[in-house]
């Protein structure tokens, strides 16, 4: 995306958490780097947007597959004040649209049958059952709560404010060349299928050669 606003002769800035760990990465592909350390910090928020036009929000909590323990309420509030704190940040600097990306999993969780709709959402009889929350999905079905949780307080907070938001919810998996340092668990899934390590059931097993 960096890549494509930049040949279109737009200027990008990249906010990261850690200028030193990204900056070369991120400025690789065109963009001024600027360091904003937490979501909360809500005047270097501000300050990074100064002068911009539109934001692409990114930023999210989504533990690798492999189902590793995740913290519930640090996903929760970096999904949903996080995003909050980031839009009132753009609505102060004057930003005239804001890119959400929300995910499938907003809306297709519990959501079996039928089409899906921008009128429906994941239920949270689903992601929210205590059975589910013991089983080895639960930092998944926190994911899911999360992105749900996100769009809701998005798209409440520009509707109250009049700040121009578009949402956009990927599908399951988006294909193509990558730019990062490292795959993220979506491309760890692929991964793991294309190489015959990934069961239905989701569990990353031991490649026999």
């Not at 001024?32 to 909360?40: G, R």
């Not at 270097?44 to 909590?61: C, N, S």
């Not at 709709?117 to 992601?127: A, H, N, Q, R």
Request: charged share 20%; aromatic share 6%; glycine share 8%.
């Amino acid at each position: 995306m960096i890549q494509d606003l930049c040949a279109q002769g737009h200027t990008v800035l990249g906010i990261v958490r850690d200028a030193k760990a990204y900056s070369e990465q991120v400025g690789a592909l065109g963009a001024k780097v600027v360091e904003v350390s937490s979501l909360d910090d809500s005047a270097a928020l501000v300050k990074a947007l100064a002068g911009v036009d539109g934001l692409f929000h990114m930023a999210a909590v989504h533990p690798k597959y492999g189902f590793e323990a995740g913290n519930r309420e640090a996903i929760l509030k970096t999904a949903v004040s996080g995003t909050l704190t980031v839009l009132e940040a753009a609505k102060a600097a004057g930003v005239r649209r804001v890119v959400l990306t929300s995910s499938l999993a907003a809306v297709e969780c519990g959501n079996d049958s039928g089409t899906l709709t921008e009128t429906m959402w994941s239920k949270p009889e689903v992601y929210d059952s205590k059975e589910n929350l013991e089983t080895q999905w639960a930092t998944h079905y926190t994911y899911v709560k999360s992105k749900v949780e996100q769009e809701k307080a998005a798209v409440d907070f520009a509707q109250q404010n009049g700040l121009d938001l578009r949402v956009v919810v990927p599908g399951n998996l988006c294909i193509g060349p990558i730019a990062s340092a490292n795959i993220n668990g979506a491309q760890a899934r692929l991964s793991g299928a294309t190489h015959a390590n990934f069961s239905p059931l989701g569990r990353m097993q031991p490649q026999e050669r």
